[in-house]
């Protein structure tokens, strides 16, 4: 079985940054595409960022140029940096990570919160 871990959110002014970080633990024998997916209140859950094991990376248009996704594969681990931050970038945000144990799935973090308010 695969957890993910996550740590980093919380209460930001705007223009403000945080990183997130997700670290996936248990039985694992490989993990593949890690990513950010975030709710916003009323909202339907949507995709931030993700990133290959190889590295390649893809970007919601809403915050191209201000997050940036980075992996460390020798530790399981996915990070989330998120510059100039803006209300609208406030939700709970999700790790999510396709990732092999005793067999291959997709697995959900529990949500940390990222406010951004003045």
């Known amino acids: 079985q695969v957890q993910l871990v996550e740590s980093g959110g919380g209460l930001v002014q705007p223009g403000g940054s945080l990183r997130l970080s997700c670290a996936a633990t248990g039985n694992i024998f490989t993990v593949n595409t890690m990513g950010w997916y975030r709710q916003a209140p009323g909202k339907q859950r949507e995709l931030v960022a993700d990133?290959?094991?190889?590295?390649?990376?893809n970007y919601a248009d809403s915050v191209k140029g201000r997050f940036t996704i980075s992996r460390d594969n020798a530790k399981n681990t996915v990070y989330l940096q998120m510059n100039s931050l803006k209300p609208e970038d406030t939700a709970v945000y999700y790790c999510?990570?396709?990732?092999?144990?005793?067999?291959?799935?997709?697995?959900w973090g529990q949500g940390t919160q990222v406010t951004v308010s003045s």
């Open positions: 990133i290959s094991s190889g590295g390649s990376t």
């Open positions: 999510n990570a396709d990732a092999t144990s005793s067999l291959k799935a997709n697995y």
